[in-house]
C-alpha cells in the first residue's frame, strides 16, 4: 500500500507543479525564476519520496497526512504559496451564479425529496477535486463537468456506504442544535453541494459553524476565501445573510492546511468554539477528511462522512471504486 501512495503521489507532483507556474506568472512573477524553483520543489519531493519508499530509513508508521504535509513544506520552500489559486477562482466564478436557481430548485421540493436532494447535491459538487488525479483530468484544459450533469449521473442508491435512511429519520426528530461542518473544495464543492447544506440545516434551525482549512492546499476552500463567499451568498440570500447576522451561522479558520485532517490538530479558535458550545452534529467532507483520515474516527456526538471516491486506491479498501458515494451516519455513541 505504502508503494501505491508514494507512486500515486509522485505521479500527480508534475500537474501541480504546472498550476503553480501558471498562478506565478499571473502575478508577474518571472517565469525562468519560477521554473528554477518548481525544478527545485520536484527534487526535494521527489527525494523525500524515495527516502519515504526505503524501508531501511524509514519503518516507522507513515501516513497519507504526512506525505501531504511534506508537499506543502516543500512547495513554500520554493515560494508557492497557493498553486491552485486561478483554478479555484476560476470554479468559484462560474459556481457562483448557479447557486440561487440550485437554492430555489431546493426550496420547491417537498420536505423527504429536499432532504435526500441536498445530500446528492453535496456529491455532485464534490467531483471538482484537482488532487485526485482521475477527477483532475475531467477539469483540464478548461473543461469541466457541470454541477447538473454530475448530479444526474451520481450512481444509484444503494451507496458503496449508506446510511441515508438512518439518516432520514433522524432529520424526522427534533433538529440539531449546532452542527460543525468540515468542508473540503472550492467551486462547485463548496457554493453548489455545502452552502445548501448548511442553509438547509439554518432553515430547520440548526446553527452551523463553517470551518475550512487556514492555509491553502490543493483546491482546498481556504477560510478566507469562503469568508468572502459567505460574504457574496449573503448578498442575495435572506437565510445565509440573516443567520450571519445573528451568528447562527459562523466561519472558523479550522487550523488546517492539508486535503486531509487531524482532528487533535485543531486551531485554538475551533477547539474553543467547540468547547464551548458543544455541537451535536459534526460533519466531514470529502475523500480526504471524511475517508483518509477520519473513517474510523468516533465522536461523542452524531456524525455524518460524505464524500465521493475518487481514487481507486481509496475505493479498493472500501470495496468499491472510483465514483462510488460514501454516506456514513453515525448516532451519537
Ligand atoms: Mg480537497
Known amino acids: 500500500m505504502r508503494a501505491y501512495w508514494i507512486d500515486l503521489f509522485r505521479g500527480h507532483f508534475p500537474s501541480l507543479l504546472e498550476e503553480a507556474l501558471r498562478e506565478a506568472q499571473d502575478r508577474g512573477k518571472g517565469l525562468t525564476s519560477a521554473q528554477q524553483r518548481a525544478a527545485q520543489a520536484q527534487r526535494e519531493f521527489n527525494a523525500y519520496l524515495d527516502r519515504m519508499s526505503n524501508p531501511q530509513h524509514h519503518q516507522g508508521r507513515l501516513t497519507i497526512l504526512d506525505i501531504c504535509l511534506e508537499r506543502e513544506r516543500v512547495l513554500r520552500r520554493a515560494k508557492f504559496d497557493d498553486p491552485y489559486r486561478l483554478a479555484k477562482a476560476r470554479e468559484n466564478q462560474a459556481s457562483l451564479p448557479l447557486l440561487p436557481s440550485v437554492l430555489a430548485e431546493l426550496d420547491a421540493l417537498p420536505d423527504d425529496r429536499r432532504e435526500v436532494e441536498v445530500i446528492r447535491g453535496v456529491f455532485a459538487g464534490n467531483i471538482f477535486d484537482l488532487g485526485a488525479t482521475q477527477t483532475a483530468a475531467l477539469f483540464q484544459n478548461g473543461q469541466r463537468v457541470s454541477f447538473q450533469t454530475s448530479r444526474q449521473e451520481l450512481r444509484p442508491r444503494p451507496w458503496l456506504v449508506d446510511d441515508l435512511d438512518a439518516w432520514l429519520d433522524r432529520m424526522n426528530q427534533p433538529p440539531h442544535r449546532l452542527a460543525l461542518l468540515f468542508v473540503d473544495n472550492a467551486g462547485p464543492d463548496i457554493i453548489l453541494g455545502m452552502i445548501p447544506l448548511a442553509r438547509h440545516l439554518l432553515q430547520r434551525g440548526t446553527g452551523v459553524i463553517l470551518t475550512a482549512n487556514t492555509t491553502p492546499s490543493l483546491n482546498d476552500v481556504t477560510h478566507q476565501e469562503l469568508t468572502g463567499l459567505i460574504d457574496r451568498v449573503a448578498q442575495f440570500d435572506p437565510v445565509i445573510s440573516e443567520a450571519r447576522a445573528d ?35 459534526v460533519v466531514l467532507e470529502g475523500m480526504g477528511r471524511a475517508i483518509e483520515s477520519n473513517f474510523d474516527a468516533r465522536f461523542t ?6 464524500a465521493m471516491v475518487k481514487d481507486p486506491g481509496v475505493g479498493q479498501k472500501l470495496g468499491g471504486e472510483v465514483y462510488d458515494l460514501v454516506f456514513r451516519f453515525e448516532p451519537a455513541s
Request: hydrophobic residues 45%; negative net charge.
Open 301 to 306: 456526538c452524531d456524525a455524518l462522512k460524505i
Open 247 to 281: 451568528k447562527r451561522l459562523r466561519l472558523i479558520a479550522s487550523g488546517n492546511g492539508a486535503p486531509l485532517i487531524d482532528l487533535s490538530r485543531l486551531s485554538p479558535e475551533l477547539v474553543q468554539a467547540v468547547e464551548q458550545d458543544l455541537p451535536d452534529l
